[in-house]
């Protein structure tokens, strides 16, 4: 059974960071494309990033040179850094999975099979 928790959000100062991580079990992180999405309030789900179970990281473009995903096979665990959080960063963020090849990982939410529950990230002073 897949399951994915993520752990790491929280209050922060706008210009601060953030580590956030996805616990992955009943998954084999190199054999899935995996990603964080986030939900601010009264908005749709958004993609930040992914990488694909070949290794390969994409980010949209808004977040660019702020985040940092990556993964420790080893530990089954999917990180993300954001560096230089913003008050309009604050939104639930969500790490998904889904068990596919190749170098390309889908920045669109209906192609991921299995999601975590959300971490709360508030930017606010």
């Known amino acids: 059974q897949v399951q994915l928790v993520e752990s790491g959000g929280g209050l922060v100062q706008p210009g601060g960071s953030l580590r956030l991580s996805c616990a992955a079990s009943g998954v084999t992180l190199p054999f899935y494309h995996m990603s964080w999405f986030r939900q601010a309030p009264g908005k749709g789900r958004e993609a930040v990033a992914c990488?694909?179970?070949?290794?390969?990281?994409h980010y949209i473009a808004a977040m660019k040179g702020r985040v940092t995903i990556s993964r420790d096979n080893a530990k089954n665990t999917l990180f993300l850094q954001v560096n230089s959080l913003k008050p309009e960063d604050t939104a639930v963020y969500s790490c998904?999975?889904?068990?596919?090849?190749?170098?390309?990982?889908?920045?669109?939410?209906?192609?991921?099979?299995?999601w975590g529950q959300g971490t709360q990230v508030t930017v606010s002073s």
């Open positions: 998904a999975a889904v068990p596919r090849g190749g170098s390309f990982c889908p920045l669109t939410d209906w192609e991921y099979s299995y």
């Open positions: 990488v694909s179970s070949g290794g390969t990281t």
